[in-house]
């Protein structure tokens, strides 16, 4: 039934349609019978895909399907396959695109359909240069093109869920897993009463749990995002920070690599083997777990496990992605350690235990979307255990088990936890029922930057219905060597942001050495 509905929307003009279905509910395939209508049709499809790294198991997936290869668009591509997919999706040969974000912006001669896989995904927001949301973008050349868009999540985001409710978008509901395969049973490890080891992060249960996995030859998955060995190297005789020269932040250890890195401009050097500081040797510390560290806590407790550590920093290509499937599929691998690259997609039929190493993670901060992005996230590698015949179990560790995101988690109550999240967002006019704008100034120079801050500042327009906040220096105040200064506005939903901000703006000078940048509905807020 979901599948015909989405295979009569194809070719009867504009219209959005959320495709809700639980993980393992087969949505790829449902929309597959969409795609399919679609080139009978005549028309081209473009797939959009959260990662670059999903691309190659997504490809296979669709050859076995449709019998040939779609053509892939993505940064990994050398010049020579750049031209020669900008040629075939020119001429109109080229009937299937998947791809990252850019591939919404490629000449189409005859797009009939739209496909945003993971459209929950924060990901397909584009921080740099010019900002946009590819979900967003997708629904808005459908609009203009007149054609259908699905966007495919197991946990929508609350502004699609919002379009659903005041009527905007079509909703289509998969609520079993395909095959009669079980959602798997979610239970919080309370932390305070199940302690770690010193120094280490696995809780007691977690390797009960991971032992039994082992003994059964199944797969089990750890999750932590957090890249590298360790967030903070210190000093333990003088407490010297490594912090990154051209940042407001930290340098983490990959020890994988032998090196620090700053995981926002990309500076890296080698650990040095005395501190810098105090000149004493031996003496830096890790502080904190990256997936490394679990990697090695992991190898400690079982040397014989085969293992794979599974983010951005291994898997940096379609091809390495493709390599790891094969030998999660062949059983070649035991026990995963991931970061969020591992919550999307996949689909092991022998994992049947995950492990969240630290579900509090995402919840800290003053980002307006920390709990929602955290569920989300949190679901999406809960999704990843019992997906075949086998039943999955998962283990989330915490300190906070009465968090209401911990509890939607163990409850299964994900519709309880969004209603309450969106009466949140109702009562605040946070989006998407009031409208936010960022405005980001960066200069070389900490007073040039501040300078034309206050001005923007000074020259706020006052408007009903509207309040702008700052100038204040952004959290991450300082970023590849230029110091950013932010203000924020808020403002109701009817007000015209943009042509307000565009006004104000508009009428100030600032010198050509200091950039302002306006995100309009920003996703980071440092």
């Not at 909703?171 to 395969?181: I, M, S, Y």
């Not at 599929?329 to 996949?346: F, M, N, R, S």
């Not at 006004?503 to 996703?523: F, I, M, N, Q, T």
Request: hydrophobic letters at 45%.
């Amino acid at each position: 039934a979901a599948a015909k509905q989405l295979r009569e929307a194809i070719g009867a003009g504009f219209q959005p349609i959320l495709l809700d279905g639980v993980t393992g509910s087969g949505k790829t395939e449902v929309y597959f019978d969409a795609v399919a209508e679609a080139l009978r049709r005549g028309k081209q499809v473009l797939v959009l895909l959260p990662e670059i790294a999903l691309t190659e198991p997504f490809l296979s997936r669709f050859t076995r399907r449709f019998g040939c290869e779609p053509v892939a668009w993505h940064s990994d591509l050398r010049a020579s396959q750049r031209r020669r997919a900008w040629r075939a999706i020119a001429d109109g040969s080229a009937k299937v695109v998947v791809g990252a974000r850019s591939s919404l912006f490629l000449p189409y001669t005859k797009l009939g359909l739209i496909v945003v896989d993971e459209a929950h995904e924060a990901s397909f927001k584009q921080e740099e240069g010019v900002q946009y949301h590819a979900r967003d973008v997708a629904v808005m050349r459908g609009h203009f093109e007149a054609f259908p868009i699905i966007l495919a999540s197991a946990t929508p985001a609350i502004e699609t869920k919002h379009m659903v409710e005041i009527g905007r978008y079509a909703e289509v509901t998969l609520t079993e897993r395909h095959a009669d395969a079980q959602m798997p049973e979610i239970r919080a490890v309370d932390l305070t009463q199940d302690p770690p080891l010193r120094q280490h992060w696995l809780a007691p249960s977690l390797i009960k749990e991971i032992d039994a996995n082992m003994e059964a030859g199944e797969q089990s998955l750890l999750f932590l995002n957090r890249r590298g060995f360790a967030p903070l190297t210190l000093c333990r005789t003088c407490g010297h920070r490594f912090q990154c020269p051209n940042c407001t932040a930290w340098m983490v250890e990959h020890r994988l690599m032998h090196r620090l890195a700053c995981h926002h401009c990309g500076h890296v050097m080698p650990p040095p083997a005395a501190c810098p500081e105090c000149g004493e040797e031996d003496t830096l510390v890790a502080c904190g777990p990256g997936v490394e560290r679990i990697a090695d806590e992991v190898a400690e407790l079982y040397p014989d496990a085969r293992t794979a550590v599974v983010t951005s920093d291994t898997i940096w290509s379609p091809a390495r992605a493709a390599e790891f499937v094969r030998a999660m599929e062949a059983g070649e691998i035991d026990i995963v350690i991931g970061t969020q690259l591992v919550t999307k997609g996949y689909h092991f039929p022998n994992l049947t235990l995950v492990g969240v190493i630290d579900a509090d993670l995402g919840l800290q901060g003053g980002d307006l979307r920390a709990a929602e992005r955290s569920f989300q996230q949190i679901s999406q590698v809960a999704g990843r255990a019992g997906r075949g015949d086998k039943p999955g179990r998962v283990l989330v560790q915490t300190h906070d088990p009465t968090a209401p995101v911990i509890e939607a988690l163990v409850s299964g109550d994900g519709p309880a936890f969004f209603e309450a999240e969106t009466d949140a967002r109702r009562a605040a006019a946070m989006p998407p029922f009031g409208r936010l704008a960022g405005i980001v100034v960066s200069a070389a120079d900490q007073g040039d930057a501040e300078r034309v801050a206050a001005a923007i500042g000074r020259a706020k327009p006052t408007i009903e219905g509207m309040a702008v906040y700052g100038p204040a220096p952004a959290p991450l105040a300082m970023l590849r060597g230029r110091h950013r200064q932010r203000l924020l506005v808020h403002a109701e939903r009817k007000l015209d942001v943009q042509a307000v901000i565009r006004e104000w703006l508009g009428a100030l000078d600032w010198p050509a050495k200091v950039r302002v940048s306006v995100d309009v509905d920003p996703y980071s807020f440092v």
